[in-house]
């Protein structure tokens, strides 16, 4: 029996094309797809520290994955850069519901005998708050790593994304397994590559 063709991978893979920031000067551009490796990576290691430090039961590979798909709504949607998604309620509101919609479409591109599986990784309102909330923590880390990044170039373009994350970093910092993160992992992703390969 001949399965019927499904587009779910052919939009995944657009993912490179999709370029974060669309309405800001970029030194170093960044794509959805990088994002969302960079998200899955920070989300799993916070996971690790979770459990092996503080006293948590999280899968880290779960929200290695579930960060994976995060985005997967702007396959369909592009990037919104926050200033117009957030710059009034209704807009706000309006933009939830097409990004709704927008997974569901994703999910239904899959054959209909593995959306099951699926569900839970790419219809965000489905994702355990839990692991909603790690992600969530990875990817703020990840956005602001981003915009420092691009003022070590000197582009003020990121000043006030700084400014707006710094306030969100320190509420973060709640979580226990995000203040060991900050205090270990921050301070070298700056740093040059000849300090990194520096003897110890």
Not at 115 to 139: G, I, M, W
Request: hydrophobic share 45%; aromatic share 8%; with cysteine.
């Amino acid at each position: 029996m001949t399965a019927p063709s499904s587009t779910f991978l052919a939009w995944l893979f657009r993912m490179p094309l999709i370029r974060r920031w669309s309405l800001m000067y970029c030194v170093k551009p960044e794509n959805v797809a990088e994002h969302s490796h960079q998200v899955a990576i920070v989300a799993h290691l916070l996971a690790v520290i979770k459990n092996r430090l503080f006293d948590g039961d999280l899968n880290p590979d779960r929200a290695a994955t579930l960060a994976l798909y995060h985005e997967c709504s702007e396959t369909r949607l592009g990037d919104i850069v926050s200033p117009v998604k957030y710059s009034n309620a209704q807009i706000t509101s309006e933009f939830k519901k097409l990004e709704a919609a927008a997974e569901q479409h994703c999910l239904e591109s899959l054959p209909e005998a593995l959306r099951e599986d699926f569900a839970e990784l790419l219809v965000q309102n489905n994702v355990a708050p839990e692991y909603a909330a790690l992600v969530k923590a990875a990817d703020v880390i990840c956005a602001y790593l981003k915009a420092k990044e691009e003022l070590a170039h000197h582009n003020h373009e990121f000043s006030h994304v700084v400014e707006k994350l710094e306030p969100k970093l320190e509420t973060l910092r709640e979580r226990p397994e995000v203040a060991y993160f900050l205090d270990v992992f921050m301070a070298s992703c700056g740093a040059t590559l000849d300090s990194l390969a520096a003897p110890a």
